[in-house]
């Protein structure tokens, strides 16, 4: 799966947990700049993209992400 | 816990409870209140409401487990077989999933009444604070 397969199913994640069809993911999007991504949502959101690309973090590697890029990247790294 | 580890609870549909969840959400549809108009449609009694399992479910949630420090992120219920006053029903419920990520634990279960049947089963997504 190449990078942008996977910031395209992530995005799609996020606007399907988010309920917000607007979002277009970049790779410095964090936190801070989407409204609907508060704390419970982060759960829901690390769940559904473990469950979609069959993978588990750990709380040091999520906590250790600094936007959706690095994310993206870690998903790629843990799919090799 | 433990993935795989499997919880059971066992509850009754009072005649408290049935009263306790109309009074409290005025849910008087006849299928639940009339016995003449849910035997219209096939059932030997008034039928319980569905949401009563919903409520056994967030009692084992919030009681039943071995840490109180939960809040439930998510939960869907299938229902198979109706539910009639005073009946017992069991609740099983395995671990099916661990997010260590995020604290966050899925739970699928099941409801089976006193004969055994199934009456309905689901997946309840839990978080531990």
């Given amino acids: 799966m190449t990078q942008q397969e996977i910031k395209d199913q992530v995005q799609a994640i996020f606007i399907d947990i988010t309920d917000n069809p607007t979002i277009v993911l970049q790779d410095a999007t964090t936190s801070d700049d989407i409204e609907e991504w508060d704390s419970l949502t982060h759960i829901q959101l690390v769940v559904a993209i473990e469950k979609h690309f069959n993978v588990s973090f750990t709380a040091e590697e999520i906590g250790g992400y600094a936007n959706v890029g690095e994310m993206c990247v870690g998903i790629e790294q843990k799919l090799m | ?129």
């Fill in chain 2, 1 to 129: 816990m433990l993935l795989h580890q499997i919880f059971t609870a066992t509850y009754t549909v009072t005649e408290q409870v049935y009263k306790g969840f109309i009074s409290t959400f005025a849910d008087n549809n006849p299928l639940h209140t009339d016995a003449a108009f849910a035997k219209q449609y096939g059932m030997p009694q008034v039928v319980m409401h569905g949401n009563i399992l919903n409520g056994f479910l967030s009692h084992f949630i919030g009681e039943e487990l071995p840490q109180k420090n939960v809040i439930i992120h998510s939960q869907t219920i299938n229902y198979y077989l109706p539910v009639f006053l005073n009946d017992t029903v069991t609740l099983q419920a395995e671990v099916a999933e661990i997010h260590q990520a995020v604290h966050a634990i899925l739970f699928k279960f099941m409801f089976r009444n006193q004969a055994g049947k199934r009456v309905a089963k689901g997946m309840v997504q839990i978080g531990l604070l």
